[in-house]
Structures are given as structure tokens and as C-alpha cells.
């Protein structure tokens, strides 16, 4: 920012709008300030089930994986995806609570793994 005002500037990092999963995204503070955003978990700047995302400021800051989409359980802060069974107990998967839009555990109805019932009554991944 400049003042108050923003301003825009050119990436600092690569990014090939063909291929946005493999986008860089500048991160404060570290030798290399160029980090590709999905690999962020794997270089040791973020957690497992956690990417780069970009704060208003235009630099990467660890928060949960968007595709598929990752959610935090407040009980231990963890990202995990939805519709897995994440930190739930056999039998249950993990998901947003429609009501509260709260995450939660609940049944897994399908019989297979990874798999969730829609409004219509069938199962889909």
C-alpha cells in the first residue's frame, strides 16, 4: 500500500495461466522468495493438507488446500479434505454442517470410501 490507497503492481513471481496449480507466489522472510504455491507443505512452509494462498498483500501465507477442498477441524487445527473421513471415527466422513456451516462429523450412508449422498439419494466422490 501506498498511504492508504493500494496499488497494483507486476507478479514478482512466475505464474502460467495455463497451468495456475504450479503458480509461484511470493512468501516474506525466506532466501528464495519464490515458492510454488501447492508444494508449500512439502518445502516445509506450511502443514500437511495446507497450500500458499495469497494475502491482500499479494504474499503467500499457509492456509487449507482449495482443490479439493480442505477444511480446518477446530479441535486440532488440522486441514483435511471434506468427504473424508479426516478426524472423524470409522463410519463417519468429514463435512460441513448444513445448518451451521459449522465442520462436522457425520454417518457416511455410501459404501464406499470417499464417497458422499447428495440430495438426489445417490452416492457421489
Known amino acids: 500500500t501506498s498511504g492508504d490507497k493500494a496499488v497494483c503492481k507486476l507478479r514478482t513471481c512466475p505464474c502460467d495461466p495455463a497451468y495456475p496449480e504450479l503458480c509461484e507466489v511470493e512468501v516474506r522472510d525466506q532466501d528464495c522468495k519464490c515458492k510454488v504455491a501447492l508444494a508449500a507443505a512439502q518445502d516445509g512452509l506450511c502443514e500437511h493438507g495446507e497450500?500458499?494462498?495469497l494475502d491482500p498483500y499479494g504474499f503467500g501465507v499457509c492456509g487449507c488446500i482449495t482443490s479439493p477442498p480442505h477444511v480446518?477441524?477446530?479441535?486440532?487445527?488440522?486441514?483435511?479434505?471434506?468427504?473424508s473421513q479426516g478426524p472423524c471415527d470409522l463410519?463417519?466422513?468429514?463435512s460441513v454442517s448444513?445448518?451451521?456451516?459449522?465442520?462436522?462429523?457425520?454417518?457416511a450412508i455410501c459404501a464406499q470410501k470417499n464417497m458422499v449422498m447428495w440430495q438426489d439419494g445417490k452416492c457421489y466422490p
Open 98 to 107: 448444513p445448518s451451521t456451516l459449522e465442520p462436522s462429523c457425520r454417518p
Open 72 to 83: 480446518t477441524w477446530p479441535d486440532d487445527g488440522v486441514c483435511y479434505p471434506l468427504y
Open 51 to 53: 497450500q500458499l494462498l
Open 91 to 94: 463410519g463417519y466422513h468429514f
